[in-house]
């Protein structure tokens, strides 16, 4: 016959599901020697052709996806095509959040 699984009491700590304290991103030493790819340098060429600046550019650790934090000229940002536009509705939610 089949046990019956017994109820945990309430408050009892949760199993964790990975070891505790060991990390699952990258190491300090792996984003520090990781080769720049010739699409990050090329993006960074173009930001500056365009009047920007590259402030850094980073390997992130979690993901290991590259990233460039640039400061770019206010004439070159044009808003996305897809930006709604506020509904009444939306505002009032805002309001009391806000308030």
């Known amino acids: 016959m ?3 699984k017994t109820k945990k009491a309430a408050g009892a700590p949760k199993k964790r599901r990975k070891l505790a304290g060991k990390s699952i991103g990258l190491e300090p030493k ?3 020697s990781a080769p720049k790819p ?4 090329d993006l960074e060429n173009l930001i500056e052709q365009d009047g920007g600046k590259v402030l850094a550019s980073y390997q992130e650790g979690f993901g290991g996806h590259w990233l ?3 400061a770019l000229p206010i004439a070159q940002i ?3 095509p897809y930006q709604r536009n506020l509904s009444d509705a939306h505002v009032r939610k805002l309001e009391s959040v806000l308030a």
């Open 30 to 32: 792996e984003l520090a």
């Open 78 to 80: 044009e808003p996305t």
């Open 2 to 4: 089949a046990e019956k």
């Open 68 to 70: 460039i934090l640039a």
């Open 38 to 41: 010739n699409n990050v340098s």
